[in-house]
């Protein structure tokens, strides 16, 4: 046995314990491990019972590398797991490397979050929701390239749903794949009105060139994102959205 899995097998508690401590402590020695050991020291803590979790398995797929994730599903590991509520597509869309050997291997694009619990603010979501909110299209790209649902919710998470500034290009490449410029949204209205909300001309500019109607109403308010701009005093985009509609 070489030396750093003796090393991490040596932290493991000599003496009898419980089987949730000694758990606790495989893991934890998986988590040691991961950053940069070697296949055979990962095989061998797998081998002795340690598991993966949401931690553990994102440094996985910070790591980039075919061979190590290649080594967990001969292990048994269920690409489409939600047990930690996120599944694996979900917490590899900053890492194109795994993103794309995830898909081919068996990973579903549209799988979505599990529900969370009572009283937390995080919504149900899908990959291309969390690849949707980057400024960098290619996770995107690579979703929907195989296969991945155009969920009507992802436009609005490229747009923003908490002010981040990512850019068009997500928005960009949702559009190009069909989404809808003029969707209704019982929770965010239009495309438009959640740009207003958000104030973000650069997107605005973009889906007006693209055929957003700034005249559609939302459901609950009856008000159009045109309206909805001088309502909220929005002059530049209000001239915008009407230069558009002539």
């Known amino acids: 046995m070489h030396g750093p899995t003796r090393l991490i097998e ?3 508690t000599p003496s009898p314990v419980s089987m949730r401590e000694r758990q606790k402590e495989l893991n934890g020695g998986l988590e040691l491990a991961i950053p940069a050991s070697s296949q055979e020291v990962i095989a061998r803590l797998l081998t002795l019972g ?7 398995c994102l440094t996985f797929l910070a ?3 075919p061979a190590i994730l290649q080594l967990l599903l001969d292990f048994g590991w269920d690409v489409n797991s939600t ?3 996120f599944a694996t ?3 590899a869309v900053e890492y194109e490397i795994s993103l794309g050997w995830l898909l081919e291997h068996g990973a579903d694009p549209s799988v979505s979050s599990e529900r969370r619990t009572i009283g937390s603010c995080l919504q149900r979501a899908t990959a291309l929701d969390y690849a949707s909110k980057r400024s960098d299209a290619t996770a995107v790209n690579l979703l929907l390239s195989h296969g ?3 969920d009507a919710d992802a436009i609005y998470y490229a747009i923003g749903l908490r002010y981040q500034k990512n850019g068009t290009a997500t928005l960009q490449a949702l559009i190009d794949h069909g989404a809808d410029v003029n969707y209704v949204s019982e929770k965010y209205f239009t495309p438009l009105h959640h740009v207003v909300l958000r104030g973000q001309l650069d997107k605005l500019t973009l889906l007006l060139e693209r055929g957003a109607d700034p005249s559609i ?3 609950r308010r009856q008000i159009s994102a045109l309206e909805f701009a001088k309502e909220k005093g929005y002059t530049d985009m209000a001239e915008m959205m009407e230069a558009a509609s002539r």
Request: no cysteine.
């Open 10 to 12: 040596s932290n493991l």
């Open 50 to 56: 340690a598991t993966l979790n949401s931690r553990s």
């Open 63 to 65: 790591r980039q590398e």
């Open 83 to 85: 047990e930690t509520n």
């Open 89 to 91: 597509v979900h917490l």
């Open 148 to 150: 991945a649902k155009l």
């Open 217 to 219: 109403k939302a459901l």
